[in-house]
């Protein structure tokens, strides 16, 4: 019984493939429906996500193949959402983030950080942590966390030698002043061996050698369980910030995580009138407050968790000891091997911060922004995802060095080349760049449009009118609570691209300003902090820091309702000004009359 079970399990994504469309099958049979019919797609991929039998991106295209053999869209209504406007912004935003990884460019900025901050645990975590959520605001998380780890890894084994030399030689040097301490217990012991009678138990152990062992091995190796004891757990805690960290700061920016740009595209695909709400400008001004207070909200708990609230020892104050400044020397020795700082860093840095600006700038929100005096006259012509993609065309064509005006040629790679070599070759870009992400996004935009068309998300939304009697700021916690429950064992992508579309249909049917569940919402599929297997940057911490499930279940858990409620928090203070919830946007209101929501 027990091979066939083990053979099972090994083939079970085949059983899933196959036996899943069968099971599903009475739904679009008993109510032959356009509804029922795209509900049977929608219900078919949610489970292929869910369980990830096959290839995410590969399950992404199976509405070009069921809706038009279900009479839900021809296939090339299908076909073009695969390639919309929030495709770019992902394309354009992760040249950059190839570029400025390509160049080291992200190494030297969290190292020079770390310089800043120094080696005492409390600020070393919190170093990390701040260097790991500002660079996932723009590389990926998986990228920043794979970065980050080794290099915290080797600060915490030098600061783990360094006190543990420190600590044997202040023994042997105690040792040293204490001769007349173990002369005067060697002589006691020998006196009382000459004095005790015949017929006493004598044990069998030589007094020199007991005096020896008593005052120096034990004592060496228990300092030694001590320090080992101490940075296990530090290396724990480090490792989990610096994941925890990178997914919480790639909320932050609307091309800081993949969830971020779909809610962007489902805005934009549902209600295509909302007038650009959300934008770069829009979606940091709402979510960079609340990514900081959520940091430093989670250092306080893993500062609590794993180093204490010991203040003095933690941050420490006054004149570095030796072993914090050999730590500092390991950092300084990371950032000498980077060399002088190159032309194509600077390159990539001045391209990286014009493109922040011109984001910043595009459409400001409280006035007129570049893009509106220029281009978008009546009609909005000009996107962030313009933005991107005409600054990533910048890293093919500035060259990558100054030019030499001499017949020696240049060197790219190790290579000798004759004709000054780009910023970016589409070789580098086209390893790198994960295209089944673009296909994913628009698998989500197709299901999406599918609802839209086959009336399942008006049918959806009439089911869960009874939900407008409860109170809005109730509603977007549970629903929080579902998101980010249901994303520690689904991929994010797949959760807000089955969930969102959902909350816009139920959101319309109560009168409820779409963005108060769908932006918390997004967020929340995020906060996957539980378990390895949540994230790609949980799975990196895991395999380095030596840690238990347990240990990222206790932490993760808290940080979980952490997220949580400084997510609701924000939507329910600056959010709601942001975006003026208390009133149904007319973008959103399908009956077009203006109804006011109580708050």
Not at 99 to 128: Q, S, T
Not at 312 to 330: I, L, N, Q
Request: proline share 6%.
């Amino acid at each position: 019984m027990a091979p066939f079970l083990t053979w099972l399990w090994h083939h079970r994504n085949y059983f899933i493939i196959f036996l899943t469309p069968l099971l599903l099958l009475p739904l679009p049979l008993v109510h032959p429906t356009s509804e029922a019919r795209c509900g049977y797609a929608i219900a078919l991929m949610a489970l292929y996500w869910c369980t990830e039998c096959m290839p995410l991106a590969v399950t992404a295209l199976l509405p070009v193949v069921l809706f038009p053999m279900m009479g839900i869209m021809t296939a090339g209504e299908v076909s073009i959402e695969y390639l919309k406007d929030t495709n770019m912004l992902f394309v354009g935003g992760l040249v950059v983030a190839i570029a400025v990884e390509h160049w080291n460019l992200h190494k030297r900025i969290a190292l020079r950080v770390l310089l800043l901050v120094g080696v005492r645990p409390a600020l070393l975590m919190m170093g990390f942590m701040i260097v790991s959520s500002f660079l996932s605001m723009w590389i990926s998380n998986t990228a920043t966390t794979a970065m980050m780890l080794p290099i915290a890894q080797a600060v915490l084994q030098q600061l783990r030698a360094t006190e543990l030399r420190a600590e044997e030689r202040d023994l042997r040097d105690a040792g040293a002043d204490n001769h007349g301490f173990e002369l005067e217990v060697t002589e006691r012991k020998s006196e009382d061996a000459h004095h005790r009678k015949p017929d006493m138990q004598v044990p069998d152990e030589d007094p020199p050698e007991y005096v020896m062992e008593y005052h120096t091995n034990p004592t060496v190796e228990e300092v030694r369980r001590t320090i080992k004891a101490k940075y296990d757990l530090l290396t724990k805690g480090m490792s989990l910030s610096v994941c925890y960290s990178a997914s919480i700061g790639g909320t932050a920016t609307l091309t800081g995580t993949t969830p971020n740009i779909i809610m962007k595209g489902q805005l934009d695909e549902i209600f295509p009138k909302n007038g650009d709400t959300i934008n770069f400008a829009t979606w940091f001004g709402f979510a960079f407050p609340n990514m900081v207070l959520m940091l430093v909200l989670s250092w306080i708990w893993l500062q609590f968790m794993f180093l204490g609230f010991n203040l003095k020892k933690s941050f420490g104050c006054g004149v570095k000891s030796d072993r914090d400044k050999e730590a500092y020397a390991v950092m300084k020795e990371e950032y000498a091997k980077l060399g002088r700082i190159k032309f194509a860093e600077v390159a990539v840095l001045f391209i990286f911060i014009l493109l922040v600006i011109l984001w910043f700038t595009r459409e400001p929100g409280f006035i007129d922004g570049w893009a509106t005096v220029l281009f978008n006259r009546g009609r909005s012509f000009v996107s962030d995802g313009t933005v991107a993609i005409f600054m990533a065309l910048f890293f093919f064509v500035i060259p990558s060095q100054l030019p030499k005006f001499n017949n020696h040629g240049y060197e790219e790679n190790g290579k000798r080349v004759e004709a000054l070599p780009p910023l970016l070759n589409w070789q580098v870009v086209h390893e790198r760049m994960p295209w089944n992400i673009v296909l994913l996004l628009g698998g989500g935009y197709a299901l999406a449009k599918g609802s839209e068309v086959s009336k399942l998300s008006t049918w959806l939304g009439s089911k869960l009118t009874p939900l407008q009697s409860i109170p809005p700021a109730a509603i977007s916690i549970l629903l929080c609570l579902l998101v980010a429950t249901f994303t520690e064992c689904s991929s994010n992508t797949a959760t807000t691209t089955l969930f969102l579309p959902i909350l816009a249909s139920m959101a319309t049917a109560i009168e409820l300003h779409p963005l108060y569940v769908m932006l918390p919402c997004t967020i929340s599929a995020s906060l996957a902090f539980m378990l390895p297997v949540a994230t790609p940057p949980n799975a990196i911490a895991f395999s380095y820091g030596d840690l238990k499930v347990l240990d990222m279940v206790k932490a993760g858990f808290f940080l979980n309702i952490i997220g949580i409620l400084t997510t609701n928090l924000a939507i329910n203070t600056w959010g709601f000004s942001m975006f003026n919830m208390g009133t149904f946007p007319q973008w959103a209101n399908l009956t077009d009359t203006n109804s006011t929501r109580p708050e």
